[in-house]
Structures are given as C-alpha cells and as structure tokens.
C-alpha cells in the first residue's frame, strides 16, 4: 500500500468497489482510493483510439473494436468492468481519450478552468469518481493548505469590480459565474498526485455534505502523451 496515501487524514484507502462505495466520508478525509495495481497495456489501448477532438469519449463498443494483444485485453477488461460497476452503482461514467482541456484566459486575474484547483458542486447527494488509466494523473489537496480565490482581497475587488452591482448579490454572482469554487494553494502547500490506476472518489460540494468538499485539479499533460481518464 502506498504510504504517500495512507499517512494522509484527507485520504480513506478501500480494498474494494463496495467499500468505495458503502464508506462515509467523515472528519478531514473527503477523498477514498481503490487503491489498485493494475495489470494489462493500457498504452496499446490509447495507441489504437482515434482522437477526434481535444476531448473524445471511448464509448465500450470503441474498446470492443480493438485488436489488443493479451495486455491490452487484460487492460481493455479492467476498464469495461470499471464501467459496469459504476454503471450497476447508479453512476454515469465516461470514459474520455484527452489530449487537453479548454483553458480560461478571459480574465488575467483568475483562472476559472479544470487546471485550477477547484470542487465539484451539485444540488443532489453524489460524488466524483475517477481513475486515470493512461497520463498524467490528478491532484487533490488538503482543504487547509489552500484558500477561496474569491476571499483574497486583490481577487475579490477585481470580482466585484467586474460584479458592479449591489452587494446584496455579489455572492449569488460569485455562484452563478463558478468563481466561489475555485482555490488558490498556499506558498507550503503539498499536492497529492492521484496516480495511475487507482479508483477515487471526491467529497462533492452540496448541501447534505457532511464534510468539506475535495480540492482537485486536472494536471498539465505530458507533452505528446494522451490521457485516458474515467470520470462521473
């Protein structure tokens, strides 16, 4: 087992999907890992995909189609199970072929993308699940190793600069523009990078949430190299 996860309060580690599934988030931890060393050529799968734009979505059928060898199969059944499991769990996940993500340049003074470091929000009770099969991997972060962009004062008089309206709305501006959801990571801050493999699944900000929502961003890809991420 990874002592880089284990020794962290933010992190619960599971043996299994129904324990990924079945635990509570409670206390510091907002983050639980399947952790996982997986077997299978998941690179012989990304080699075969066709990209079709930035961000493509490998649909089973696409994974079926591929002629692997017997590492590719062992990894092309991995990720179908993965899917099935999540699936029968009540999720929607998406399998995606990344080569990047949409940047935000609209403002110079904050960065409202997924390469931010931010939470997820949703008005009912769910959670994020992800495994990053091929690429770069995620990071998440400690919720006290980092601040609302919003509440920093230079950032939040440009905010309200742009907001120019009365006070009274300012936070709903902050909500309905996604501003409030994104961090800045202190000067000591210690990311911890997801890895390759493992099944996470990420504290959701909404309102029967009993802990404080888990810090994420999606990494810088590696030059030439394509992610292959689940996501729901």
């Known amino acids: 087992m990874n002592p880089t996860f284990s020794n962290q309060k933010q992190i619960g580690i599971v043996t299994s999907f129904s324990e990924l599934i079945d635990t509570d988030f409670k206390g510091e931890t907002n983050a639980l890992c399947w952790y996982r060393n997986l077997e299978g050529d998941f690179a012989a799968i990304v080699s075969q995909l066709q990209l079709k734009e930035n961000i493509t979505e490998v649909t089973p059928n696409d994974l079926l189609a591929l002629q692997l060898s017997a590492e590719g199969i062992i990894a092309r059944d991995i990720i179908l199970n993965d899917l099935q499991l999540l699936t029968d769990f009540g999720a929607a996940p998406v399998l995606n072929l990344l080569k990047c993500y949409e940047r935000d340049d609209e403002f110079d003074f904050i960065a409202t993308d997924v390469y931010s470091f931010h939470v997820d929000r949703s008005p009912i009770a769910t959670d994020t699940f992800l495994c990053t099969y091929h690429g770069a991997a995620s990071d998440i972060i400690a919720n006290d190793q980092a601040v609302p962009k919003a509440q920093i004062p ?19 501006f902050l909500k309905e523009n996604y501003f409030d959801l994104h961090y800045q990571a202190q000067p000591n801050a210690q990311p911890t990078n997801l890895g390759i493999g493992h099944l996470w699944r990420l504290a959701v900000d909404h309102p029967t949430q009993q802990v404080p929502p888990c810090i994420h961003r999606a990494p810088i890809e590696n030059d030439g190299e394509y992610r292959l991420l689940l996501i729901c």
């Open 154 to 172: 230079e950032i939040r008089a440009q905010l309200k600069a742009l907001h120019n309206g009365p006070e009274i709305e300012f936070e709903d």
